[in-house]
């Protein structure tokens, strides 16, 4: 069935460092794709929403120059963090909107999430 | 702006109720869910309720809402410990043709034996 497919689960990284987060959507056209971050014990905080082929819209507070989107296509979204610090650590996880190959009405789907750790 | 309130942690004996609690701020919420999460796998949608209802039941599953307390729950009879996991309430408010969701921080429920 549709899945949302996120990668790495998991990344350790040096501070200042750019780590990059993907994405895929499998028998799945995602149109839109929201990205939200997690700290411990907080709530999932959406940071961004991306419709395929268009620039990401942030959310107050968020800086776009630093956390990368691109949407490029209906089956694949990248967030790169960039010269990622010790205060980026958290949990980010990914949910795309759309409609799957075999019809059935639009869904939402997650992915498994990304546990990053910057040193 | 939007809040979303849970309790972070629930422990109940296999075989009992367990209830969920939620409650929220924005009163123009059109939809509100319940995901789950198990452990090293992405939100699973279990039930949502339009704003309209107040109650809706799935199988195990019960969705109560209290518009007017802002107040959401999610009862699961007869417990199993399959169920545990951390069980997210979420509040929706459609702007154009994006969805954005607002997550409470997650109740994680203990099912033991």
């Known amino acids: 069935g549709a899945v949302v497919s996120q990668h790495p689960s998991r990344v350790i990284c040096k501070s200042g460092t750019s780590v990059k987060i993907e994405c895929r959507s499998l028998d799945f056209q995602a149109t839109t794709m929201f990205w939200y971050r997690q700290f411990p014990k907080q709530s999932l905080m959406l940071m961004a929403t991306?419709?395929?082929?268009?620039?990401?819209?942030?959310e107050q507070g968020v800086e776009k120059d630093k956390f990368l989107i691109n949407h490029a296509s209906l089956t694949l979204s990248t967030l790169t963090v960039t010269s990622a610090h010790p205060e980026d650590s958290s949990f980010y996880i990914c949910s795309a909107r759309g409609e799957t190959n075999r019809g059935g009405g639009e869904k939402l789907l997650f992915g498994s999430g990304t546990q990053l750790s910057v040193l | 702006g939007e809040d979303v309130e849970q309790s972070l942690f629930l422990s109940v004996r296999e075989g009992d109720s367990s209830v969920i609690n939620c409650t929220y701020t924005?009163?123009?919420?059109?939809?509100l869910y319940w995901y789950k999460q198990e452990p090293g796998a992405g939100l699973q949608l279990l039930t949502y309720i339009f704003s309209n209802m107040d109650m809706k039941q799935d199988q195990r599953l019960t969705v109560l809402l209290n518009k007017k307390d802002k107040h959401l729950s999610l009862r699961i009879a007869d417990t199993q410990t399959g169920d545990s996991a951390i069980y997210f309430c979420?509040?929706?408010?459609?702007?154009?043709?994006?969805?954005?969701?607002?997550f409470g921080t997650g109740t994680r429920l203990q099912v033991t034996l």
């Open positions: 991306s419709n395929e082929g268009s620039k990401a819209t942030y």
């Open positions: 979420a509040e929706g408010s459609n702007t154009g043709t994006a969805s954005k969701l607002t």
């Open positions: 924005d009163s123009s919420s059109t939809y």
